[in-house]
């Protein structure tokens, strides 16, 4: 079945602009995470959205990062007047629910590029 | 606060020649701990879950183990296209996944 998948693949953009970063989750996954990866760094966590519940944005580096998730399915995470601090690559994943230790699954992600 | 350290930080083995790849971690009631595979350019790939001490998983040529405190990854007989970064996570009662800086794997043939 379709994995995870995330638009664009890469983005490159002048410092101040704001981003649109697009993922759709595998059909049927009701929790989804949004991560950033840094050059040779780990998982940076973000947000994660569980089902109608309140999203977890505990992990959003500053007010200038949010994210929405339209019926239950498609992502969207916005950074307003970006900063070269936040070229990365941002990853999404999916999983079955958030109760349970249940394995995530990630799509490609997003290279971002702030110039 | 949740922690995941993995060590070595990059490892190069000939074909053939097997090793361990550690994680050490530290969190409050742990509720699963978790292997991935990175490829360059890729998003993670799932692995393994393991949920208590004493637990070990396999798939081909890796082994996953786990401790109280920490978790080993086995490669018996690496070939070059298991070279990759390995990410180990951890997921506690604080629901979240912190995940490790990776140990990057180079396998020559």
């Known amino acids: 079945g379709a994995g995870v998948s995330q638009s664009p693949s890469n983005k490159v953009t002048e410092k101040g602009k704001d981003v649109e970063l697009r993922c759709d989750p595998i059909s049927g996954h009701t929790a989804l995470y949004w991560y950033r990866q840094s050059l040779g760094q780990g998982l940076e966590f973000l947000i994660y959205f569980q089902g109608n519940s309140a999203p977890d944005k505990s992990g959003l580096p500053s007010d200038r990062f949010s994210a929405e998730r339209t019926g239950g399915s498609v992502s969207t995470l916005t950074i307003q007047r970006t900063q070269q601090e936040d070229s990365a690559v941002y990853l999404c994943?999916?999983?079955?629910?958030?109760?349970?230790?249940?394995?995530?699954?990630f799509g490609p992600g997003t290279r971002l590029t702030v110039t | 606060e949740d922690q995941v350290t993995q060590s070595p930080e990059a490892l190069r083995l000939q074909e053939g020649e097997s090793s361990s790849l550690n994680c050490s971690y530290t969190v409050s009631g742990l509720r699963g701990l978790f292997w991935y595979r990175q490829d360059p350019g890729k998003g993670p790939e799932f692995l393994f879950t393991l949920y208590s001490a004493g637990e070990e998983k396999e798939k081909e040529r890796l082994k996953a183990t786990l401790t109280k405190k920490e978790s080993f990854l086995h490669i018996t007989a690496p070939k070059p296209e298991d070279s990759a970064t390995y990410l180990c996570a951890v997921r506690g009662y604080g629901q979240n996944f912190v995940f490790g800086p990776g140990t990057r794997l180079s396998v020559l043939p």
């Open positions: 994943a999916s999983s079955l629910a958030r109760q349970g230790p249940y394995e995530q699954y």
